[in-house]
């Protein structure tokens, strides 16, 4: 019960954490006169660098140095393949 309301709770807390940002960047992105396409493929990057940061982090604080090796190695593999697809 306690792990479905904690996966339940880390869902919500994660989609209105990615529409606050994507809110709030355009938002920006408008005051700033700054283009669509520019505020949006760097939200793009920030949101899919950020996990991998954490987990690296906590892996190196932890001391599990192969985890933070194997994210690096399939971070670069998927966006790789994501280029050529």
Not at 41 to 62: H, K, R
């Amino acid at each position: 019960m306690t792990l479905t309301l904690s996966l339940i709770a880390g869902i919500s807390l994660l989609f209105l954490g990615g529409h606050y940002l994507v809110e709030y960047a355009v938002r920006l992105a408008v005051r700033l006169n700054v283009s669509s396409l520019v505020i949006g493929s760097t939200i793009v990057a920030f949101g899919t660098s950020a996990p991998e940061l954490l987990v690296s982090l906590d892996a190196v604080l932890t001391d599990h140095d192969d985890i933070v090796i194997g994210n690096i190695i399939g971070s670069n593999i998927a966006n790789l393949l994501l280029v050529l697809s």
